[in-house]
C-alpha cells in the first residue's frame, strides 16, 4: 500500500445549504401552488356540497358550504322513474355519441393527418393550410350550414347528426399529423423494405407507434362531445334522445331553478371524465411533448 492511499480518508461532499432567498422562493413556489389548486377545487367541492343540500338551504343567504341538512333528495329527484327527467337515458346517450364520435374522428383525422405528412402530391401544404385556417373560424359560423346539411339528410332529431359532422375538425388532422412527423421515417422504409404497402405501413408501423397521440385525440374528442350543449339542443328535439348537458338544462323552469338537482346532474357529468383523465394522463403528456419536435 503506498504512503499516499495509506494517508487516504473518505471525505465527504459538503453539503450546500440553502440561503435565506432560496427557501423564501420554496415556499412561495408552494403557497402559490397550493393557492390554484383551491381556485380550481373550489367550483367542484361547492357542486358536490349543493347536491346534498335542499332546494331551501341552496338558496339561503348567506351562503354556507356544509349542506343544512345533508341530504340526497336531489339524486333520488334525479333518478326517479316516475319525473320527467330521464337522466340515465339522457346519460347513455351522451356515452353513445361520445363514443362514436370518438371512433369516427380517430379513423378519418389519423388517415388525413398520415396523407399530408407522408404522402406527396400537388397542392398538400395549400391543402394543409386550409385545414389549419378553419380552425381559426368561430365554431358558431357553422350552425346554420351543418343544421341545413343535416337536414336535406334527414338526420335530424338522430344520433347521426351529432356524431358525423364532428369528423370534419381540423385539430385532430393538424395534431396527429405533427406526430407523425416526430416518428422516424426509418421504421416505415424498413416496412417497405420487408413488403409492406402503403396501408399495412400505415395500420401495422405508423398507427401503433401514434398510441399516445390517438389516446390523447380520444379523450379531447370525448370530452368536446360529452360536454357539447349547443349543438344538441339545435338538431334533436324528443326529450328522449337528448344528450346529457341538453337534458339537464331542463331542469331550469321559467320561474324556479331547482340548484340542487342541476348540481347533482352536473356531478353525474363529471364522473366519466374525471375516470378518463386518470387512466389516459400519461399519454396526453407524452403525445403533447412529441407532437411538438417537428413543425
Given at each position: 500500500?503506498?504512503?499516499?492511499?495509506?494517508?487516504?480518508?473518505?471525505?465527504?461532499?459538503?453539503?450546500?445549504?440553502?440561503?435565506?432567498?432560496?427557501?423564501?422562493?420554496?415556499?412561495?413556489?408552494?403557497?402559490?401552488?397550493?393557492?390554484?389548486?383551491?381556485?380550481?377545487?373550489?367550483?367542484?367541492?361547492?357542486?358536490?356540497?349543493?347536491?346534498?343540500?335542499?332546494?331551501?338551504?341552496?338558496?339561503?343567504?348567506?351562503?354556507?358550504?356544509?349542506?343544512?341538512?345533508?341530504?340526497?333528495?336531489?339524486?333520488?329527484?334525479?333518478?326517479?322513474?316516475?319525473?320527467?327527467?330521464?337522466?340515465?337515458?339522457?346519460?347513455?346517450?351522451?356515452?353513445?355519441?361520445?363514443?362514436?364520435?370518438?371512433?369516427?374522428?380517430?379513423?378519418?383525422?389519423?388517415?388525413?393527418?398520415?396523407?399530408?405528412?407522408?404522402?406527396?402530391?400537388?397542392?398538400?401544404?395549400?391543402?394543409?393550410?386550409?385545414?389549419?385556417?378553419?380552425?381559426?373560424?368561430?365554431?358558431?359560423?357553422?350552425?346554420?350550414?351543418?343544421?341545413?346539411?343535416?337536414?336535406?339528410?334527414?338526420?335530424?332529431?338522430?344520433?347521426?347528426?351529432?356524431?358525423?359532422?364532428?369528423?370534419?375538425?381540423?385539430?385532430?388532422?393538424?395534431?396527429?399529423?405533427?406526430?407523425?412527423?416526430?416518428?422516424?421515417?426509418?421504421?416505415?422504409?424498413?416496412?417497405?423494405?420487408?413488403?409492406?404497402?402503403?396501408?399495412?405501413?400505415?395500420?401495422?408501423?405508423?398507427?401503433?407507434?401514434?398510441?399516445?397521440?390517438?389516446?390523447?385525440?380520444?379523450?379531447?374528442?370525448?370530452?368536446?362531445?360529452?360536454?357539447?350543449?349547443?349543438?344538441?339542443?339545435?338538431?334533436?328535439?324528443?326529450?328522449?334522445?337528448?344528450?346529457?348537458?341538453?337534458?339537464?338544462?331542463?331542469?331550469?323552469?321559467?320561474?324556479?331553478?331547482?340548484?340542487?338537482?342541476?348540481?347533482?346532474?352536473?356531478?353525474?357529468?363529471?364522473?366519466?371524465?374525471?375516470?378518463?383523465?386518470v387512466l389516459a394522463q400519461r399519454y396526453v403528456v407524452e403525445s403533447v411533448v412529441r407532437s411538438?419536435?417537428?413543425?
Amino acid at each position: 500500500m503506498t504512503a499516499a492511499a495509506a494517508t487516504y480518508r473518505y471525505r465527504p461532499a459538503p453539503v450546500r445549504r440553502r440561503t435565506g432567498w432560496g427557501m423564501v422562493r420554496r415556499v412561495l413556489f408552494w403557497l402559490t401552488i397550493a393557492a390554484l389548486t383551491a381556485v380550481f377545487l373550489a367550483p367542484l367541492l361547492w357542486m358536490l356540497a349543493t347536491s346534498f343540500k335542499t332546494n331551501e338551504d341552496a338558496t339561503r343567504l348567506p351562503l354556507s358550504w356544509i349542506p343544512r341538512p345533508l341530504t340526497t333528495q336531489a339524486y333520488r329527484q334525479l333518478f326517479d322513474p316516475a319525473s320527467h327527467t330521464p337522466v340515465l337515458q339522457w346519460f347513455g346517450n351522451s356515452l353513445a355519441v361520445a363514443v362514436g364520435t370518438t371512433l369516427l374522428v380517430l379513423v378519418v383525422d389519423s388517415m388525413a393527418a398520415y396523407a399530408l405528412a407522408r404522402l406527396h402530391f400537388a397542392g398538400r401544404s395549400a391543402v394543409f393550410a386550409v385545414v389549419v385556417g378553419t380552425i381559426f373560424v368561430p365554431a358558431f359560423v357553422f350552425l346554420v350550414p351543418n343544421f341545413l346539411i343535416v337536414s336535406r339528410l334527414g338526420w335530424l332529431d338522430s344520433w347521426w347528426a351529432l356524431i358525423v359532422p364532428a369528423a370534419a375538425g381540423a385539430f385532430g388532422v393538424f395534431f396527429l399529423r405533427q406526430f407523425f412527423l416526430s416518428l422516424p421515417r426509418e421504421l416505415e422504409e424498413s416496412a417497405r423494405i420487408d413488403g409492406a404497402n402503403q396501408w399495412q405501413t400505415f395500420t401495422r408501423i405508423v398507427l401503433p407507434n401514434a398510441r399516445p397521440a390517438l389516446a390523447t385525440l380520444a379523450v379531447l374528442t370525448f370530452l368536446t362531445s360529452w360536454n357539447d350543449f349547443l349543438w344538441p339542443i339545435y338538431v334533436l328535439f324528443s326529450p328522449g334522445m337528448l344528450t346529457l348537458p341538453a337534458g339537464l338544462s331542463t331542469l331550469q323552469g321559467e320561474s324556479t331553478t331547482k340548484y340542487p338537482v342541476i348540481m347533482a346532474g352536473a356531478v353525474v357529468a363529471c364522473v366519466p371524465v374525471l375516470l378518463l383523465f386518470v387512466l389516459a394522463q400519461r399519454y396526453v403528456v407524452e403525445s403533447v411533448v412529441r407532437s411538438g419536435i417537428k413543425g
